[in-house]
């Protein structure tokens, strides 16, 4: 047993895991130097995360948020988002019920940037934000959330940077093989007679040295089947306008005899989905450190992600699909009782999305002289997303008036859940519900009105990112505050096509009239009793579009929309920084941190089409717009210490986010008006390739206190203000040379453009409190408890370029995290909460095309127990460790709303149980 006097260095150290040549050193001189003594205790588990966070916020630059896995592939939690969003100030958006997407201090995840070892990482999204379930976190050591920058980062946003850290096997000084296993399950039954509701995962991890420990190789093997299920209400829309209502008896309409007195339902989707998230991974490291002074490091990474959805349920089309509704009941000037007289839609929808990403480092650092380190990195980020998303309908006849009607009436549950509906047809008949869609929704284009039987979309993603740089960091002497300056140069090259398809569905047995599903492909029945259906009928309509029972028609002959939403967007980012690191005294106190500048240059360009309509078919024309410009970037982090346990912070930096790429792409439709004379004859609607970053010049200002080595408390204030933020807007332009649809030569070239344009300006600022405490401090007897707590409020004052207040995207007013835990001689447990406010956010909407929605704020509660056999003293089970978790414990909903207050989505995803092992041998 070591005995020696502890101070802050020191047991930063041995928090951090550092290998046990650097711990023995500090030992003997700590120990010869001092003759008092005490004794180390070194902590596993949760603590041991905890303590190692700590330390990641305490000794670095920047304002920073951290967590520290105990072990590969021991995160404190199940997913990387799940864990970053119980860090001060951050908040999770979930996506079918898993933690996806993560705003920082307000900003949604596009005003983010995420780094894997330090390089910026494409995203299988549509725009640059990162859905991090795509990450498995059994191979991440680490996540660092930067809140202020550095210069040198190579990644940029104004909310800041997520880097995403592996781990290093020549640090780690030690052979691991380590196997983890984990069986999940939802609180749901299975919702439908073929989904999933139980799952497994499975992590192999290897690291070992060799030749003297100057090789190192760390390898991690994943795979995953996770289960996620849904009940699901959801609302087409509320309309203000009255058509075909009729009052009830007894129903006097009294005050609201205006239309935008009330809203009504316009109709529903409602369903029940069942989901199953397949994902394989590997990654591989090595590390090759000759001698002192060269050091090389070679990563990969590789995800093959499959996200399967089966959804099932009952369309109602209200009155925007010729419902006759019978108002019965309204309150707070909603239609919340009524009665429906239509054709219903049974929906057999199955959806698949397919992910590949594939990411490449390589780094090399030099010793150059005693005071020189070069630094070289390249590295290569590819992503391929496919998905393949089908409705399939079916009911009593074919088309408007075929086939039997039924008279559903409708409850709008008053706790804001949805809908309760009770028909008097049986949906469960299969000899009542045929194949084939009792709506007229058909084009009457391309296809007849009454044969839309079914829709494909098929959305694709393809992307890479290229990234060069070269750095190097030079050691001063006698150069007053300035201990040492870094400098360098990178370039990116970045791009991404999105390509968008359509297909209308018709069986091939159009026009005669609907048949039974054959029996080969039924399955059985989905229970939507929880909508107030009962059984409904459930068959394989993937199965019946695979064997040929449908003809498809692709949807932009005739429809715009898909060439406007398929885009190729390229940037092509030079940047070139320079920062001096700061260590110095002011009045007897030390100060440490770092100035910087980085200049930006970006070149950006796109390809996509304009389109215009001939006789009902879409005509397209290539489009091809370029744009480039230079930011200024500098940056200040200051950090003075006031004694070993408290020092104050201040960082002032200028930042920016790009645009989303949808808002850049070079796509758009061209309309002509010929007998426009004066005005503008041409209007032009799409994105703006020549759009620029919104800037931001933030300052930060805090308070920390690491009064005890597993416990600390901090106060920071934000402000940030905001600029050339991006709206919706117009301008006006006129054209050199264009040709009318019709092929003349148009005398009014002037022409209006309505896209997005830089413009709006604002301000955020918030106030950040975070405390990490060990009740130990309070009583000894308490030792092994602890509770880990933030409170985060925001305000903002943000127009937009007509004066307009504007809310955004991902801003929560107040993040609230809490959780208490008890770890000490193997067994631990813990309770968590995260909670969020009302925010906007993003979804995707019809066409996979994102929109943003009003989404309610929610408190989440999740709970984990575990032992570790081997620090409970049993020596025979060393490395052995089992946990139980549960998620969502408290049953929150996802519910988003329309503009006029009324529930649009209700998703109730149940609970998540997980009972998992560890094995370390």
Do not use: C
């Not at 991890?205 to 760390?218: E, K, L, M, P, S």
């Not at 003809?551 to 070139?576: C, F, G, Q």
């Not at 020596?875 to 929150?892: D, H, I, K, R, Y």
């Amino acid at each position: 047993m070591t005995k020696f006097k502890l101070s802050m260095l020191t047991l930063a150290l041995a928090a951090a895991g550092n290998s046990s040549i650097v711990l023995a050193q500090a030992a003997d001189a700590e120990a010869k130097a001092q003759e008092e003594a005490v004794e180390v205790i070194s902590v596993r588990g949760f603590r041991r995360s905890l303590q190692e966070s700590q330390n990641l916020k305490m000794f670095n630059s920047s304002f920073v948020e951290a967590i520290s896995a105990e072990d590969i592939g021991k995160l404190p939690d199940s997913s990387i988002a799940e864990s970053l969003a119980r860090m001060p100030g951050l908040a999770a958006q979930r996506l079918d019920g898993r933690a996806s997407r993560i705003t920082i201090r307000g900003f949604g995840e596009n005003e983010s940037a995420t780094t894997f070892n330090g390089r910026e990482q494409v995203s299988i999204s549509d725009n640059r934000g990162v859905e991090f379930d795509l990450y498995p976190s059994e191979i991440m050591s680490q996540v660092v959330v930067y809140k202020t920058p550095d210069a040198k980062l190579e990644a940029e946003g104004i909310a800041g940077v997520i880097d995403l850290r592996t781990v290093s096997p020549l640090s780690r000084g030690e052979r691991v093989m380590q196997v983890n296993g984990l069986y999940e399950r939802t609180s749901f039954d299975k919702l439908n007679p073929d989904g999933n509701n139980a799952g497994a995962r499975g992590t192999f991890a290897y690291i070992d040295q060799f030749a003297d420990n100057t090789i190192g190789v760390a390898i991690a093997a994943t795979t995953m089947k996770s289960p996620n299920q849904e009940k699901r209400w959801n609302a087409w829309g509320y309309d203000g306008a009255q058509q075909a209502v009729d009052w009830g008896a007894g129903i006097n309409p009294g005050n609201f005899a205006l239309s935008n007195d009330y809203v009504i339902l316009g109709g529903a989707k409602p369903f029940a989905r069942s989901s199953t998230l397949e994902r394989d991974s590997i990654l591989a490291v090595v590390e090759y450190a000759p001698n002192d002074k060269l050091k090389l490091v070679a990563d990969a990474l590789y995800v093959d992600f499959s996200d399967e959805k089966i959804l099932r349920g009952i369309e109602v089309p209200g009155i925007w699909a010729g419902g006759n509704t019978l108002i019965r009941e309204i309150k707070d000037g909603v239609v919340s009782q009524g009665t429906i007289t239509n054709r219903a839609v049974v929906r057999n929808d199955y959806e698949v999305r397919d992910a590949e990403l594939k990411a490449f480092g390589f780094n090399a650092k030099y010793e150059l002289t005693d005071y020189t380190t070069i630094d070289f990195d390249i590295s290569r980020s590819t992503v391929k997303r496919q998905i393949w998303s089908m409705e399939n309908y079916s009911g009593t006849g074919r088309g408007d008036g075929v086939g039997a009607t039924d008279t559903i009436q409708y409850v709008l549950n008053p706790n804001g859940t949805g809908a309760t509906f009770t028909p008097t047809l049986n949906y469960a008949d299969w000899n009542l519900i045929l194949l084939g869609a009792p709506l007229s929704w058909g084009n009457g284009v391309t296809i007849p009105s009454d044969a839309q039987d079914g829709f494909i979309n098929t959305p694709e993603i393809d992307g890479d990112l290229t990234t060069l740089r070269l750095a190097a960091s030079h050691a001063l002497e006698n150069a007053g505050p300035i201990s040492s300056i870094e400098y360098g140069i990178s370039h990116k090259d970045r791009s991404k096509t999105k390509r968008s398809e359509g297909y209308y569905l018709t069986l091939k047995t159009y026009p005669a009239a609907l048949a039974p599903v054959p029996e080969q492909y039924r399955i059985g029945f989905t229970d939507l009793s929880f909508l107030g259906f009962g059984n409904m009928i459930a068959y394989d309509s993937r199965g019946l579009v695979r064997d040929g029972f449908y003809n498809a028609t692709p949807e932009s002959l005739n429809d715009p929309s898909h060439l406007a939403r398929s885009w190729t967007v390229n940037e092509k980012v030079t940047a070139v920084f320079t920062q001096a690191n700061l260590d110095t005294e002011v009045g007897g106190y030390a100060l440490t941190g770092n100035a910087g500048l980085r200049y930006v240059k970006t070149e950006q360009d796109s390809q996509g089409f304009g389109n215009y309509i001939v006789d009902g078919r879409v005509q397209a024309v290539p489009t091809d717009l370029s744009h480039d410009f230079g930011i200024l970037l500098p940056s200040l982090n200051l950090k003075l210490a006031l004694d070993e346990q408290q020092s104050v912070r201040f960082g002032a930096a200028k930042t920016m986010s790009r645009p989303r790429l949808d808002d850049m792409n070079a796509s758009m439709s061209i309309n002509y008006n010929q007998n426009a004379t004066t005005a503008e004859a041409w209007s032009v609607s799409g994105g703006n390739p020549t759009l620029e970053p919104k800037t931001a010049v933030g300052f930060d200002l805090g308070y920390e206190n690491y009064f005890h080595p597993e416990g600390y408390w901090a106060v920071t204030v934000f402000h940030k203000e905001l600029k050339d933020w991006i709206f919706d807007g117009s301008t006006r332009f006129e054209f050199d040379d264009i040709t009318a649809p019709d092929g003349s030569v148009p005398v009014n070239k002037l022409a209006v453009a309505n896209g997005k344009v830089n413009g709006g300006s604002g301000s955020l600022s918030g106030l950040e409190l975070s405390a990490s405490i060990p009740l130990s401090v309070f009583h000894e007897g308490l030792d092994g408890f602890g509770i880990f707590a933030s409170h985060t409020k925001i305000t903002s004052d943000i127009k937009d370029p007509g004066g307009n207040k504007f809310m955004l995207p991902g801003l929560s007013d107040k993040i609230q995290t809490f959780t208490f835990y008890y770890d000490k001689e193997g067994f631990s447990a813990r309770v968590s909460m995260r909670k969020r406010s009302d925010f906007k956010g993003d979804i995707y909407n019809i066409g996979f095309n994102t929109a943003q929605v009003d989404i309610d704020g929610e408190r989440i509660w999740d709970a984990q127990v575990g032992y570790d056999f081997g620090a409970a003293g049993f020596t025979q089970l060393e490395g052995l460790s089992v946990f139980l978790q549960g998620q969502n414990l408290s049953n929150q909903p996802f519910t988003t709303r329309h503009g006029s207050g009324a529930v649009r989505d209700y998703q109730d995803y149940g609970r998540t149980y997980l009972l998992g092992f560890s094995y370390k041998f």
